[in-house]
Nanobody, 119 residues
Framework: QVQLVESGGGLVQAGGSLRLSCAAS????????MCWFRQAPGKEREFAAS????????YYADSVKGRFTISRDNAKNTVYLQMNSLKPEDTAVYYC????????????WGQGTQVTVSS
């Protein structure tokens, strides 16, 4: 089992920045890749970014590319999402996820953290 706890959400003005954190515990040695998804009110959950646990190979959705940066600290079992140049359309609940292998789904999720960007 892997447990994930997000933090760092909040209210920010458009153009501002926030950094989200996701702390993993449990069988962290089994983690293959971690991700951030987000879900805006009335919309489906959508992919934002992901990163391998063993090498720096991030992927980004086009909507956040160039503004968001995903990174990890293996010693702290923590993944970060640095969000710059925030827009009102970035407003959503942000969820951290983990999967244990290249053929696995993201089966482990945190409780989510709210990000609200005011115009």
């Amino acid at each position: 089992q892997v447990q994930l706890v997000e933090s760092g959400g909040g209210l920010v003005q458009a153009g501002g920045s926030l950094r989200l954190s996701c702390a993993a515990s449990g069988r962290t040695f089994s983690i293959y890749r971690m991700c951030w998804f987000r879900q805006a009110p009335g919309k489906e959950r959508e992919f934002a970014a992901s990163i391998s646990w063993s090498d720096p190979s991030p992927y980004y959705a086009d909507s956040v590319k160039g503004r968001f940066t995903i990174s990890r600290d293996n010693a702290k079992n923590t993944v970060y999402l640095q969000m710059n140049s925030l827009k009102p359309e970035d407003t959503a609940v942000y969820y951290c996820g983990a999967r244990l292998g290249p053929r696995n789904d993201y089966n482990y999720w945190g409780q989510g953290t709210q990000v609200t960007v005011s115009s």
